[in-house]
């Protein structure tokens, strides 16, 4: 089992609020929702910042069942501390090392995704209601996707909670969901000139699918 640690490292409400504002601010900002299935999916994504940030700095829920489910068996004896507070170290070891590459791969994810989140809406805002086909449009169908992917994988990896962990894969369904209905929509409004893009273009990673 792993040693002492620092003390109890949760409670700090306003850079929980703080932290799920900037993301729900920048995701919104990208992904600008206006029909209502947007808004509901995009409630969700609200619900996982809050879920998420909730558990990394305000009150650490998944340790608390982890806990009391494992009691004695649970490899860390302070796990309300900073150092211990993060289940990949908890559970598979590797100290400061690992830690470091836990934050350089996952903020690594999260920053790609907010610039290819970014880099998708200023094509589509430039495009003033045409079908845009350039840059990351050139190779993939759903960049804004893609990259709300990213951050989510790069969040899980960062922070993994119970919550979270059970919700990304609903995300992920309800946001390929939502691409195939607005890919309806776009086949109506440009026709074969959609679906001429569509056979030459991967839906979420090029090459790939």
Same mark, same amino acid.
């Given at each position: 089992?792993?040693g ?5 490292a ?6 929980v609020i703080?932290?799920?504002l %900037?993301?729900i601010?920048f ?6 929702? @206006? @029909? ?7 409630k969700?994504i +609200?619900? $996982?910042? %809050? ?19 494992l009691?004695d068996r649970?490899p +860390?004896?302070?796990?309300?501390s ?9 559970f598979? *070891? ?6 470091n590459?836990?934050h350089?791969?996952?903020n ?9 989140? +970014? ?5 589509i805002?430039?495009?003033? *209601? ?7 449009y +050139? ?11 990213? %951050?989510?994988v790069?969040? %899980? ?15 992920i $369904? ?9 890919? @309806?929509g776009l086949?109506?409004?440009? *026709?074969? @000139? ?7 273009t ?6 790939? $699918?």
């Amino acid at each position: 089992m792993h040693g002492e640690g620092a003390g109890y490292a949760y409670g700090f409400w306003l850079v929980v609020i703080t932290n799920v504002l %900037i993301f729900i601010f920048f995701t919104s900002s990208f992904l600008a929702p @206006k @029909k209502k299935i947007e808004w509901r999916n995009f409630k969700m994504i +609200a619900a $996982f910042f %809050i879920a998420l940030f909730t558990e990394m700095y305000g009150f650490p829920l998944t340790i608390f069942i982890l806990t009391s489910l494992l009691k004695d068996r649970y490899p +860390a004896l302070n796990p309300f501390s900073h150092a211990y507070g993060h289940l990949w170290l908890t559970f598979f *070891g590797g100290g400061p090392a690992m830690m470091n590459w836990i934050h350089i791969i996952s903020n690594a994810l999260i920053f790609a995704g907010l610039i290819v989140m +970014a880099h998708g809406w200023r094509l589509i805002y430039q495009g003033k *209601g045409e079908m845009a086909t350039e840059g990351l449009y +050139a190779y993939i169908r759903h960049p804004q996707y893609l990259g709300l992917y990213l %951050i989510l994988v790069g969040f %899980i990896i960062q922070w993994p909670t119970i919550i979270t962990v059970f919700m990304f894969p609903v995300l992920i $369904f309800m946001y390929y969901r939502l691409a195939l209905s607005e890919e @309806k929509g776009l086949e109506k409004e440009f *026709g074969q @000139k959609f679906l001429e893009y569509k056979s030459k273009t991967k839906m979420f990673a090029p090459y790939l $699918f």
